[in-house]
């Protein structure tokens, strides 16, 4: 893998906003800042067609955010009212959050993959009930403790009308034309259950939103209603993009690099490393629940200090684990509240996992 945005980089290693960036002729990228996140910034990107811009994802809903969309848009010698599409790579806030205030201020469509589009409507009180309580359920099966519970599934976020939710379906193989080129949708579940990536065939270029970034692994977690086996379809989308070999990726957050298919592979081994440690955490714990095994994971830093909410993320993560390895048929959950695990002979068979010393890069 190769860094080829490298005033992002240095931006990024400076803890600042990088620069707006022209990267290609009618390409723009700009950094839109995320509040109170590690995470920092999401890269907008601009792509001028024949009757204005595309717009490939949206900030999150604040003010700085929308003054630096807005300044962005208009330095590029446009107007908000030349915005006449807004893709949405996926349903998070930071890359959904204003994409209902620029479709009022310039009547553009807003694109979606539908499974996404799904999750961005409207919710009644009891819906938003409903789903509280699913969370909550969630946990407790999870053998969470108390301190867990409160405030799961509390999640607000920018949501569109019931009446006019996304204007535009986009599914996996469709494409929009820009100057010079089009974009090809490609549909990779996982991060969220419709996740997508853009390809520019004509100049090599892949957006690659969430689904793979340079530097960290995207957050990958079984949330109650959205996906079943979130990990597993994140493997699978990761082997799909590695099939493309574009001459540079341009992602939504940190920095654009070269070497799609070798950090696609990267990533599926974390992963396949992360599952051989749940695997002999399983195997060395008595019957464990979910949560016991997250917490004998090894994580950024020692879980039990970790805040509530990153505690959830984590456990969530867990599970989407567990999952994986049930699917492989190496564990097996025993009914009952909370569920507890415990290797199948399989699971009990196959040789002790080989980890890579702690702090290997990865
Ligand atoms: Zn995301
Ligand atoms: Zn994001």
Avoid at 18 to 25: A, F, H, L, N, S
Avoid at 47 to 70: I, P, R, Y
Avoid at 131 to 138: E, K
Avoid at 162 to 178: A, K, S
Wanted: hydrophobic share 40%.
């Amino acid at each position: 893998m190769e860094i080829t945005g490298t005033a992002q980089r240095e931006a990024w290693r400076e803890g600042v906003l990088p620069p707006v960036e022209e990267v290609r002729p009618g390409l723009w990228s700009i950094p839109v800042p995320i509040p109170d996140s590690p995470l920092r910034y999401v890269l907008i990107h601009l792509l001028a067609h024949e009757h204005g811009l595309l717009v490939l994802d949206a900030g999150w809903d604040h003010e700085d955010a929308w003054t630096a969309l807005t300044q962005g848009i208009i330095g590029t010698g446009h107007a908000l009212t030349d915005v006449s599409g807004i893709v949405v790579t996926h349903m998070h806030p930071d890359h959904f959050g204003l994409a209902p205030r620029l479709r009022e201020e310039s009547d553009a469509w807003i694109g979606m993959h539908p499974a996404d589009a799904a999750l961005v409507l409207e919710q009644n009180p009891e819906q938003v009930a409903a789903a509280r309580a699913d969370a909550v359920a969630q946990l407790v099966a999870a053998g969470a403790p108390d301190a867990l519970l409160v405030g799961a599934g509390t999640i607000a976020m920018e949501r569109l009308p019931l009446d006019h939710g996304v204007d535009r379906e986009l599914l996996d193989g469709d494409t929009l034309r820009i100057v010079g080129s089009e974009l090809t949708v490609v549909h990779t579940p996982g991060h969220t259950p419709g996740h997508i990536c853009l390809f520019d065939d004509r100049r090599r270029l892949f957006f690659s939103g969430d689904h793979v970034l340079p530097r960290i692994s995207p957050h990958i977690a079984v949330i109650p209603g959205q996906q079943i086996d979130p990990l597993g379809e994140y493997l699978a989308s990761l082997r799909k993009v590695a099939a493309f070999d574009p001459d540079e990726v341009l992602p939504a957050h940190e920095y654009r690099f070269r070497g799609l298919g070798s950090r696609a592979r990267e990533l599926v081994g974390h992963h396949e490393e992360r599952l051989d440690e749940l695997l002999a955490a399983i195997r060395s714990l008595p019957a464990p629940t979910a949560n016991e095994v997250c917490d004998q994971l090894t994580w950024s830093r020692p879980i039990l200090t970790m805040a509530p909410h990153l505690r959830r993320m984590a456990l969530r993560e867990t599970i989407a684990h567990l999952v994986v390895l049930e699917r492989r048929d190496l564990v097996r959950a025993r009914p009952g509240v909370p569920e507890r695990w415990f290797p199948t002979s399989a699971g009990e068979s196959t040789p002790e996992p080989i980890h890579l010393e702690a702090g290997a890069p990865r």
